[in-house]
C-alpha cells in the first residue's frame, strides 16, 4: 500500500519555466489537496479537490492550476515559476474533509 | 492511533469578548501542532506551532503549545462577526516515510453582535 506518491522529490526551475508535480493516492480517497510549506512557516493550501472532476481554490491558488481527471491523480501545474514559488510542496488526502489526511513526502522545488 | 481532542465543541459569544479554545493531542511521533479556521470552504491556515511554550500572534489571535501537556490553546481577544468559524486543530505525525495530519473535530464559535 504506496498511500500518496509525490513526484518528483526534488526539482530546479528557472524564472519563467513550467511545470507538473505529480501525486497520486492508492486509498480511493475522495478529497485531495495540495499545499506548499515555506522555511519555518506552516502550511498553506494551494488547490483542493472533494472528488473527479471538481477542484476549487484555496489560499495561495495564484500562479498553479491542478486537474483531477480519476480520483487517483491530482497534478498541479506550475506556469510561469517565479522565486516566489521556491517551496516545499506537499500532497495530501482524506477521506472527507475535517478528517485524518495522508501527506505524501513532498517535493523541494527551487526556481533561480 | 493519533487522536486530537478539542473542546469546547460550540461556543456562542457577544461581539468583544475574549475566548479560548483548547485541544489535546495524542501523536505518536509528533511534530507540529497546526490550527485553521474554516468557514465554507476547506481550513485557512492560522499558526503552526513545534516548540513548547512560544507563543505566536497574529492580530488578535494567538496560540500556545504545551508539549509536557500535550495540548494548545487558542486565543481571540475582542472578538468579531467575522470570527465566526469552525476552528480546527490538527497534529502532525511525521513517522514513516509520511506524514499525517489528523484533525480534531473542531469548534464551532458563533460571534454574536
Known amino acids: 500500500n504506496a498511500g500518496v506518491t509525490q513526484t518528483p522529490k526534488f526539482r530546479i526551475l528557472k524564472i519563467g519555466q513550467s511545470m507538473t508535480l505529480q501525486c497520486a493516492q492508492d486509498?480511493?480517497?475522495?478529497?485531495m489537496y495540495w499545499y506548499r510549506q515555506d522555511p519555518g512557516m506552516g502550511l498553506k493550501l494551494i488547490y483542493y479537490s472533494v472528488g473527479a472532476g471538481i477542484t476549487d481554490k484555496g489560499e495561495v491558488p495564484n500562479g498553479y492550476n491542478v486537474s483531477r481527471s480519476t480520483t487517483e491523480d491530482f497534478p498541479l501545474r506550475l506556469e510561469l515559476a517565479a522565486p516566489s514559488q521556491t517551496s516545499v510542496y506537499f500532497c495530501?488526502?482524506?477521506?472527507?474533509?475535517?478528517?485524518?489526511?495522508?501527506f505524501g513526502p513532498g517535493t523541494r522545488l527551487t526556481v533561480l | 492511533e493519533d487522536k486530537v481532542v478539542q473542546s469546547p465543541l460550540s461556543l456562542v459569544v457577544h461581539e468583544g469578548d475574549t475566548v479560548t479554545l483548547n485541544c489535546s493531542y495524542e501523536v505518536t511521533n509528533f511534530r507540529s501542532l497546526l490550527w485553521y479556521k474554516q468557514e465554507k470552504k476547506a481550513p485557512t491556515f492560522l499558526f503552526m506551532l513545534?516548540?513548547?511554550?512560544i507563543e505566536k500572534k497574529s492580530g488578535r489571535l494567538s496560540s500556545i503549545l504545551d508539549k509536557k501537556e500535550l495540548f494548545s490553546i487558542l486565543n481571540i481577544t475582542a472578538t468579531q462577526t467575522g470570527d465566526s468559524a469552525v476552528y480546527l486543530c490538527?497534529?502532525?505525525?511525521?513517522?514513516?516515510?509520511?506524514?499525517?495530519?489528523?484533525f480534531g473535530k473542531g469548534t464551532l464559535l458563533t460571534v454574536n453582535p
Open positions: 490538527a497534529g502532525l505525525d511525521s513517522g514513516g516515510s509520511n506524514y499525517k495530519l489528523t
Open positions: 486509498m480511493n480517497h475522495n478529497y
Open positions: 495530501a488526502s482524506s477521506g472527507g474533509q475535517g478528517v485524518t489526511q495522508y
Open positions: 513545534t516548540s513548547s511554550g
